[in-house]
């Protein structure tokens, strides 16, 4: 009997490539299972299917984990308004956690001998899937052709054509990865410092040129609502939003940052709904916590990135981190107010029962209801009193 390989599969050049691989030059009974968090419609999900049976795989699985990705990843990255460099909102590394997880249990569910993956020999993805499966099927062994092979992406593209396989090849010049959190787009232009992406190269034309302002309702940190339509499951919210900012061009931008094998790494990415959802959900933060809140997020936030972003999801401090990032959204609830335009976005203002800037207490740089200008005199000399005494001890007058 063969043995049995569970592949990650997404229907792309990659892994069009293990499955041929895999079936017909290592003989091993190929299970594919393609994880959705969120990018695929029903249309695709069925042509990546009927795509892996051609290329000869025995099994093809959907694991559908658009609710629990964002159950249990995205919601935190909200709550932490969490962007990689100032830059990037985790689209792919995200949710390649996810990914990773279920296709480790699915492997665990068919028995399978192997686990298989195509990532390359030079990004994230090949640590964050062998990781995770170290962890959570340590004794099934871990196949990875394109790395093993190092093969570039023209090698991959005549090894499928001398093996007869039909796809759009000029589209396969760029890796696309979808999910509910975004789309990374990798290319020639990425590999470079100094390309940027061409207008076809983006999977969503800009095709809005108008203005258009929306209202977003957030409870608790969670959107909830949009233009006062409120959806079951903060995912529907999230998809919607995405179907009206992305064809403004809203989101698209390229990252830079440091792989975790420790060189430097470049990759395109549209993200319209999670731009506007960060930006929105911080800025009404601004108005509902206080200092101290915003300053242990901001710390704490940066790291529960850059820790997810290695792949480091299963590490128990996350638990922890977590915890705190629920705390904090107990009166993180109101409205915000967004203007859209092409290729760009200004929240314009909240409203929020929890709103500390109110006329109660003051207005900034006009007029205060809450203490005396006597006040702020004694306060002013009483806060800066260390500060006075160390000038005084050190300076050079009393040398």
């Not at 959802?277 to 601004?286: G, P, R, S, V």
Request: hydrophobic share 35%.
């Amino acid at each position: 009997m063969k043995k049995k390989v569970v592949l990650a599969y997404s229907g792309g050049l990659d892994t069009s490539f293990c499955c041929i691989y895999l079936t017909r030059d290592l003989g091993l009974e190929v299970h594919s299972v393609i994880v959705n968090t969120g990018g695929f419609s029903h249309d695709e999900l069925y042509a990546v299917e009927k795509r892996a049976y051609e290329m000869g795989v025995t099994s093809h699985h959907v694991v559908d984990e658009t609710e629990n990705f964002y159950n249990t990843c995205v919601r935190y990255l909200i709550y932490g308004n969490v962007l990689k460099n100032n830059t990037y909102p985790l689209s792919v590394s995200a949710e390649r956690v996810s990914q990773a997880t279920a296709i480790a249990n699915y492997a665990k569910e068919i028995g399978a001998e192997y686990v298989a993956h195509g990532s390359t020999g030079a990004g994230n993805d090949q640590v964050r899937f062998d990781m995770i499966f170290n962890i959570l099927v340590p004794n099934v062994q871990i196949l990875t052709p394109i790395r093993d092979l190092k093969l570039s992406r023209e090698e991959e593209i005549a090894y499928l054509k001398k093996h007869g396989v039909e796809m759009n090849f000029e589209k396969a010049k760029y890796s696309i990865n979808k999910g509910i959190w975004g789309t990374s787009v990798g290319g020639k232009e990425t590999l470079t410092s100094n390309l940027g992406l061409p207008e076809d190269a983006w999977p969503t034309p800009m095709t809005e040129t108008g203005t258009r302002n929306i209202e977003l309702t957030f409870e608790k940190g969670e959107l909830v609502a949009l233009d006062g339509k409120k959806y079951d499951h903060p995912t529907q919210a999230i998809q919607a939003l995405q179907a009206i900012a992305q064809p403004y061009g809203i989101g698209r931008d390229i990252h830079v940052g440091d792989t975790i094998i420790g060189i430097k790494g470049r990759v395109g990415f549209e993200a319209a709904a999670p731009m506007v959802i960060i930006k929105a959900h911080h800025t009404l933060e601004k108005h509902v916590l206080t200092k101290w809140q915003l300053s242990w997020k901001d710390q704490l936030s940066s790291f529960y990135g850059n820790w997810l972003h290695e792949g480091q999801f299963h590490d128990p401090v996350m638990r922890n981190i977590e915890a705190f990032l629920t705390d904090t959204q107990q009166n993180v609830s109101g409205k915000v107010f967004v203007q859209l335009n092409p290729y760009r976005f200004q929240v314009t203002g909240i409203e929020s029962a929890h709103d500390l800037m109110s006329s109660k207490f003051g207005s900034y740089g006009e007029m205060n209801n809450a203490w005396t200008g006597e006040d702020v005199k004694g306060f002013s000399k009483i806060f800066g009193n260390q500060v006075m005494i160390y000038h005084k001890v050190n300076s050079t007058s009393n040398e």
